[in-house]
């Protein structure tokens, strides 16, 4: 059972979200909370799998939740994904950076919803579709790049974990990264696992913007 933690400071927003996650047999919402502060400490008591966050909200926002959850200096972090209303890049760039794993819009199909609580909770990255070629490009070209260069890459990873972050970056599963390599797709999995600790990294989202923002792979490249 996916247990998750819902953060709207709507309440029709926060009760309709509950009642479609609430109707999948694996999906148990287990504490909902109306703005960022609620939801830090109720995701630091029920240590939920996943949190659902809207980044406006009053007192702490989202994003600043976010961070609190699942930072980079967070010991033992709680998976998160924000939902918005709002596609601005200052909201979706701030998600990632403070380490979302997750970022969708709240138009969003009802069964997309559903997947990306699903694919957050199992330790995989998702990201609205209409944004992923902004969010790459912004990451590429406009951002500012961390001085980590594709040598410092090749020295952090193996032959066979950075054949599978290009295939990663390329939109592939598990299953099709293996199929690629002719391999076992829990081959695929170890080696992730392996990798994304090396990255700092905490979601196959996060290795992919991890390879574009260090031109490991760039915008356009086959």
């Given at each position: 059972?996916?247990?998750?933690?819902?953060?709207?400071?709507?309440?029709?927003?926060?009760?309709?979200?509950?009642?479609?996650?609430?109707?999948?047999?694996?999906?148990?919402?287990?504490?909902?909370?109306?703005?960022?502060?609620?939801?830090?400490?109720?995701?630091?008591?029920?240590?939920?799998?996943?949190?659902?966050?809207?980044?406006?909200?009053?007192?702490?926002?989202?994003?600043?939740?976010?961070?609190?959850?699942?930072?980079?200096?967070?010991?033992?972090?709680?998976?998160?994904?924000?939902?918005?209303?709002?596609?601005?890049?200052?909201?979706?760039?701030?998600?990632?950076?403070?380490?979302?794993?997750?970022?969708?819009?709240?138009?969003?199909?009802p069964n997309v919803i559903?997947?990306?609580?699903?694919?957050?909770?199992?330790?995989?990255?998702?990201?609205?579709?209409?944004?992923?070629?902004?969010?790459?490009?912004?990451?590429?070209?406009?951002?500012?790049?961390?001085?980590?260069?594709?040598?410092?890459?090749?020295?952090?990873l193996t032959a066979r974990?950075?054949?599978?972050?290009?295939?990663?970056?390329?939109?592939?599963?598990?299953?099709?990264?293996a199929e690629r390599l002719?391999?076992?797709?829990?081959?695929?999995?170890?080696?992730?696992?392996?990798?994304?600790?090396?990255?700092?990294?905490?979601?196959?989202?996060?290795?992919?913007?991890?390879?574009?923002?260090?031109?490991?792979?760039?915008?356009?490249?086959?």
């Amino acid at each position: 059972m996916i247990r998750v933690v819902i953060a709207d400071d709507q309440a029709l927003a926060r009760a309709g979200l509950a009642a479609l996650l609430a109707a999948e047999r694996d999906l148990d919402v287990v504490g909902t909370a109306s703005d960022g502060d609620e939801v830090v400490a109720l995701a630091s008591d029920l240590r939920p799998d996943v949190v659902c966050l809207d980044v406006r909200m009053p007192g702490r926002d989202g994003i600043s939740a976010a961070r609190e959850l699942c930072g980079p200096d967070v010991a033992n972090p709680v998976p998160v994904l924000v939902l918005t209303t709002f596609d601005l890049d200052e909201y979706v760039f701030g998600a990632l950076e403070a380490g979302a794993s997750g970022f969708l819009l709240k138009d969003a199909e009802p069964n997309v919803i559903v997947h990306a609580v699903r694919e957050v909770a199992a330790g995989r990255g998702t990201l609205d579709q209409a944004l992923t070629h902004r969010v790459i490009r912004e990451f590429a070209t406009r951002r500012r790049l961390q001085p980590v260069t594709f040598q410092r890459g090749a020295d952090l990873l193996t032959a066979r974990e950075r054949d599978i972050l290009l295939l990663l970056a390329q939109g592939m599963s598990n299953e099709e990264i293996a199929e690629r390599l002719v391999v076992e797709v829990s081959t695929v999995k170890s080696h992730l696992a392996r990798m994304m600790p090396k990255l700092g990294v905490r979601s196959r989202l996060q290795a992919v913007v991890w390879a574009y923002q260090n031109r490991v792979v760039a915008v356009g490249e086959p």
